[in-house]
């Protein structure tokens, strides 16, 4: 009887002083986010460098590596990083996935702070039982005695107009249905580099995945220097009323164009846009309270319907909206099948298939 | 283990260390491992440019010990190829090449139940609902697809 009490404070006692270290790692990020005003013009892959740039700058206990990391890696995202921090922090691993997931999990328990770089998300699999059996169980099966924060798995995902089986990929709903890792999907240049050092620092580990497709095609302004956007935050990225639309990644690309094409031809109609960013946790609140004033939601992510995170949202919107809803919950997502090659276009939730549901809920009568 | 390093650009030296190890693996019942020394000359993909990460005169000096070009010379010095030969050969597979590169072309692409098939041996449910939903969203807005269409 004593010695279990004796434990639960020792305990007690480390999760208070952790706490406490992170309480005020919140207070000075949250100064640097306002004090970062000017902006610099960037692709969403160079806001990625320069995140990853400030990461290894303001924190010297800090690696990046992962296959081809070293010469700047095939999407140069770690262009000019390794000449700039050494080789011993930016460095090459072998060409296994579960090597660089095991060496990134026990260096960030051993105080490192690791991003690893997976070169495909299609290719995170070998590294799956080190991402779920160790790293999201860690601080879990330790009881909080150790863990691995500050350990990014980074990797691109999504179509690409040519990717096929093994380019293509959007793995989330296999990592948002694992407790204990987090999981962001930035969906510009600028929320890419303040989600990324957002997922860097945070006390767990995080699966980042970056949208591919548009990582030379999305453009933008992008705060110079430090800043943070925190995980957990959905943002509203077009107010409307008629209905609420979901999405993230690439993806918000082809819901931008699906509202234009709906608010053009479904006159009356307002769309009001949602960027999850965060898909584990997923910021339950604001999508709540938008289906509350909509009464009409539609989810849409390339992944493939059956099981994939628009199946959580919109299970948990129905039991929380139940009696807002006017309409049945829409996923426009991928089909039930392997990313294809040459049919991709009509695989894909194009904007058309997107309009279709939202003239389906708007047009919706019992 | 034993094993054989052997020059993997050279065609009758690989076959040589094959013959040897297939004979020692056969009679003695054990592995051979066969180390073949080769390089890779071209970029690893479409997407590569390796003159990032290697230099020039690494590339130029690997490219000199071609297996294919070896195996010319040696073929012309032993007077069982020639110039004329290499042309009139060249000019040829160019041809059928070119020939099967326009039958391709005049393929149409692959029938969008394509996308469908072979996930599974018999289609599950929700592929059968799926195929049906996007047949009727293809004849819907079919035109907006036209470039990848159809049977």
């Given at each position: 009887m004593a010695f279990n009490k004796f434990i639960g404070t020792q305990v007690g006692r480390q999760n208070f002083q952790r706490t406490g270290t992170m309480l005020s790692n919140n207070f000075q990020r949250t100064r640097m986010f306002s004090e970062a005003q000017q902006t610099e013009k960037m692709t969403l892959v160079g806001a990625i460098n320069s995140a990853l740039d400030v990461a290894l700058e303001t924190d010297p206990h800090s690696c990046l590596f992962g296959e081809d990391v070293a010469f700047g890696g095939v999407f140069r995202a770690a262009v000019g990083l390794r000449e700039k921090y050494g080789p011993e922090r930016v460095f090459n691993t072998p060409l296994c996935e579960q090597g660089i997931a095991g060496f990134a999990i026990g260096l960030a328990a051993n105080g490192v702070t690791s991003i690893a770089e997976i070169q495909f998300a299609d290719y995170i699999f070998p590294a799956f039982d080190q991402i779920v059996n160790?790293?999201?169980?860690?601080?879990?099966?330790?009881?909080?005695?150790?863990?691995?924060?500050?350990?990014?798995?980074?990797?691109?995902?999504?179509?690409?107009?040519?990717?096929?089986?093994?380019?293509?990929?959007?793995?989330?709903?296999?990592?948002?249905?694992?407790?204990?890792?987090?999981?962001?999907?930035?969906?510009?240049?600028?929320?890419?580099?303040?989600?990324?050092?957002?997922?860097?620092?945070?006390?767990?580990?995080?699966?980042?995945?970056?949208?591919?497709?548009?990582?030379?095609?999305?453009?933008?302004?992008?705060?110079?220097?430090?800043?943070?956007?925190?995980?957990?935050?959905?943002?509203?990225?077009?107010?409307?009323?008629?209905?609420?639309?979901?999405?993230?990644?690439?993806?918000?690309?082809?819901?931008?164009?699906?509202?234009?094409?709906?608010?053009?031809?479904?006159?009356?109609?307002?769309?009001?846009?949602?960027?999850?960013?965060?898909?584990?946790?997923?910021?339950?609140?604001?999508?709540?309270?938008?289906?509350?004033?909509?009464?009409?939601?539609?989810?849409?992510?390339?992944?493939?319907?059956?099981?994939?995170?628009?199946?959580?949202?919109?299970?948990?919107?129905?039991?929380?909206?139940?009696?807002?809803?006017?309409?049945?919950?829409?996923?426009?997502?991928?089909?039930?099948?392997?990313?294809?090659?040459?049919?991709?276009?009509?695989?894909?939730?194009?904007?058309?298939?997107?309009?279709?549901?939202?003239?389906?809920?708007?047009?919706?009568?019992? | 283990m034993d094993s054989i390093r052997v020059d993997g650009n050279d065609c009758f030296a690989v076959h040589e260390a094959c013959l040897k190890a297939r004979e020692i693996a056969i009679k003695e019942q054990r592995p051979i491992l066969i180390e073949a020394i080769s390089y890779r000359v071209g970029h690893h993909s479409t997407s590569d440019d390796s003159t990032k990460y290697r230099s020039r005169q690494e590339i130029d000096g690997w490219s000199h010990w071609s297996p294919v070009t070896r195996l010319r010379a040696f073929l012309e010095k032993q007077g069982l190829w020639s110039e004329k030969q290499e042309t009139e050969l060249r000019a040829a597979i160019r041809k059928e090449v070119l020939e099967g590169v326009k039958i391709g072309e005049r393929k149409l692409k692959p029938g969008v139940k394509e996308v469908f098939s072979d996930v599974y041996d018999q289609m599950t449910p929700p592929l059968l609902e799926q195929e049906r939903e996007l047949y009727e969203h293809l004849q819907r807005h079919g035109a907006h697809y036209h470039f990848c269409l159809l049977y």
């Open positions: 160790e790293a999201a169980k860690l601080r879990y099966r330790s009881g909080g005695t150790y863990n691995c924060g500050k350990l990014v798995f980074r990797a691109p995902y999504g179509a690409v107009g040519h990717g096929g089986h093994y380019h293509s990929q959007s793995p989330e709903a296999y990592f948002c249905h694992t407790p204990g890792l987090k999981v962001v999907v930035p969906s510009s240049p600028a929320e890419a580099k303040g989600l990324l050092l957002a997922s860097i620092r945070d006390a767990n580990p995080v699966i980042f995945l970056e949208p591919k497709w548009i990582y030379r095609s999305s453009v933008g302004e992008v705060p110079i220097g430090d800043f943070e956007i925190p995980l957990g935050k959905a943002r509203i990225v077009k107010p409307g009323t008629s209905v609420t639309l979901v999405g993230w990644g690439a993806q918000m690309l082809v819901l931008e164009k699906a509202i234009e094409y709906a608010e053009k031809n479904l006159p009356g109609v307002s769309v009001e846009l949602i960027d999850l960013r965060t898909l584990s946790p997923w910021d339950q609140e604001t999508v709540i309270n938008s289906v509350q004033k909509t009464g009409k939601l539609i989810v849409s992510h390339e992944a493939p319907v059956t099981g994939g995170l628009g199946a959580e949202i919109s299970a948990k919107v129905m039991e929380k909206c139940f009696l807002s809803l006017e309409a049945p919950i829409e996923r426009v997502c991928g089909y039930d099948t392997p990313f294809p090659g040459a049919l991709e276009p009509v695989y894909v939730p194009s904007y058309l298939k997107v309009f279709d549901a939202i003239k389906k809920v708007v047009e919706y009568d019992i | -």
